[in-house]
């Protein structure tokens, strides 16, 4: 459910119709800026809002641009700019050893764990796979950036599911694995 709440406003963004990108940028950028706020309030750490930030800072200049061009050449773009974004921002947060899926994860599980290797290594695998997608994702974009809607749309869901299951699925092995090596 974390997950969740850290890409609601792109997902927001995603499935809000592209007719309307000014207003799906404002509402992103709303929703980046309340979950941030909710996060601090709640004793989150600015380090581990990595993805947040980004988000807000992308959706304030996206937010920007719609409202004072929305006929700008970067409007079929901004789909592929936005899984673009996430991926440079997955990718510097694993360049500077805190991956992004580290404040997620913490959230969960208990602090005493929080500095073992092997959560940190999952953490590490979990965010290269979320960059991975995310790097895939924005080339597809960009070749769909003059095409059909639906399409651009489907293909930023998957964007965000195929990575989501594969943490679900990678976090339950390796819980599994922990468990079975705990029994022994």
Known sequence: ??????????????????????????IALVLSLGLIAQQTRAGRTLDA????LGSAVFFAVITVVAFTSPHSALHPYTPALSSATLAVIAGVSLALRKPFTLGI??????????????????????????????????????????GDSTARTLVQIAGFVVPMVFTLRYVAHIQAKA??????
């Open 105 to 146: 994860a913490k959230q969960t599980t208990p602090r005493e764990i929080w500095n073992q290797p092997l959560f940190v290594r999952t953490n590490v695998i979990i965010t290269a796979v979320w960059t991975a997608c995310f790097a895939v994702t924005a080339a597809v974009l960009a070749l769909l950036a003059d």
């Open 179 to 184: 468990a079975e090596l705990q029994s022994r």
């Open 49 to 52: 809002q990595i993805i947040e």
């Open 1 to 26: 459910m974390s997950y969740l709440r850290t890409f609601a406003p792109w997902i927001v963004y995603a499935v809000i119709p592209s007719a309307h990108w000014n207003w799906a940028a404002l």
